[in-house]
């Protein structure tokens, strides 16, 4: 009999890690971390890590992948099975971690000989999107393009001949991004189970909606002649938030944070993940002279100063969404001088992180107008309705929310007749 046990991300947003498997196969989905305090790390059996066949990782962002190392700590000798691009980005958000750690006066529950101790193998040169190739006899995979970050995969495996499907981080909603529609029941494919992206619950806003609400946010400080900061991550919607603002804003100047550029220009070098036109796209605004670029202190400094100097509305990109690190920090602490200035929280937000508190303080004690709305990369209710319709699947777990928002929109799909469907929590098990 095989299992699916729920190590984390179920009822939660944070920590994403699934074991599959039974007493002689095994392998891992994703195996991430909640950013909370000195940080939640997934509910790891070291027996089970040790044995396991193969791990999968859907793409970088910390939630999904930062936790990896502890599997070579607890005795894991195999290999991550991803894509070249995710492998290549991880450095970046190990860092940013241990930074973060050592911030809140925590230490990593692992050291340098095991992040060293990580072997990769690429998925994409295995086999192209759509296509099966075989790992070992008893294990098969399939893996497409998921939309969500430059790198980043739903797959499908099948263990001694029972089928999964996990989406990882889903959206077909990205500008830049394209996504293979994982259409699996007009395939004539029926899964054994599916673990899916339910990040944003009973959420029906289509990204139209969104970027109205984002657009109307950002009129509110440019034309009080404010300086508007989005904190975003290094790579994933801070790209097209770039080409957006560029566009809705064409004589509003704009400051990037260099790292947000060097992601940019990693797309351009990987044409085969975006849309049609997206490269050429891209390569018009690395070309062009619109952003200002942000390579140290000094130039964040000078431009600061001569942006509230001039009473000039401005737009300025800093790399860190939840506003962790001193640098975003500094932002605020300039911005909070004026009430025309305004920062805007485009993604999750974790408890405790210093955007999450600064979003619960009201505007005069603020001292500038800070504001949450969400630029959609994940899915929402329509969206999970239309995947959830796309699969013919024994069980569908909805993950990547809290378990009383996954609760609410189970209930929803329940009342328009779906089935089948669960909402669970980590430490839950789950008969294949």
Not at 193 to 209: F, H, M, R, V
Not at 257 to 273: A, D, F, V
């Amino acid at each position: 009999m095989m299992h699916v046990e729920v190590w984390g991300g179920a009822g939660e947003h944070g920590r994403s890690c699934y074991w599959i498997g039974n007493t002689r196969s095994s392998v891992m989905l994703d195996c991430g971390v909640k950013r909370e305090g000195i940080g939640e790390y997934p509910l790891l059996d070291a027996s089970k890590v040790a044995a396991l066949d193969a791990v999968f990782l859907s793409h970088a962002h910390e939630d999904h992948s930062i936790a990896i190392p502890l599997l070579y700590k607890l005795g894991y000798t195999g290999v991550v099975w991803t894509t070249r691009i995710t492998a290549g980005q991880l450095p970046g958000y190990y860092t940013s971690w241990r930074n973060y750690v050592g911030q809140q006066g925590g230490a990593l529950p692992y050291d340098e000989t095991h992040l060293a101790s990580v072997k990769y193998a690429f998925i994409e040169e295995a086999a192209p999107a759509q296509h099966w190739f075989a790992i070992s006899p008893t294990l098969r995979l399939c893996w497409g393009r998921s939309g969500h970050m430059l790198g980043s995969i739903w797959i499908l495996i099948e263990l001694e001949g029972k089928r999964l499907f996990y989406s990882g981080d889903y959206s077909e909603d990205s500008i830049l991004l394209e996504t293979d529609s994982p259409r699996l029941i007009d395939q004539g494919i029926t899964l054994d189970g599916a673990i899916l992206d339910a990040a944003y619950s009973t959420d029906t806003d289509e990204q139209e909606t969104k970027l109205e609400h984002l657009f109307k946010e950002a009129d509110s400080v440019l034309n009080a002649n404010g300086l508007l900061l989005l904190p975003v991550p290094v790579c994933g919607r801070g790209q097209e938030l770039l080409l957006l603002m560029e566009q809705q804003y064409p004589e509003t100047p704009i400051r990037v944070e260099h790292e947000l550029i060097e992601s940019m220009k990693l797309m351009l070098q990987h044409p085969s993940w975006l849309k049609g036109g997206m490269a050429a796209r891209l390569a018009e605004a690395l070309s062009s002279s619109r952003y200002a670029i942000i390579l140290t202190d000094d130039d964040r400094e000078r431009l600061l100063q001569e942006d509230i100097a001039g009473s000039r509305a401005a737009i300025w990109f800093t790399t860190d969404g939840m506003m962790q690190s001193s640098k975003a920090q500094r932002y605020y602490d300039v911005l909070r001088h004026n009430p025309n200035n305004g920062i805007l929280i485009t993604g999750h937000v974790a408890k405790g992180t210093f955007a999450w508190r600064l979003l619960a303080l009201p505007d005069a004690e603020s001292g500038c107008r800070i504001r949450a709305t969400r630029y959609k990369i994940h899915q929402g209710l329509p969206d999970v309705r239309r995947m959830v319709r796309s699969m013919r699947s024994n069980f569908k777990l909805l993950v990547h929310a809290p378990k009383r928002d996954t609760d609410a929109l189970l209930q929803q799909l329940e009342k328009e007749g779906e089935q089948d469907l669960l909402s669970l929590q980590p430490g839950t098990r789950i008969v294949l």
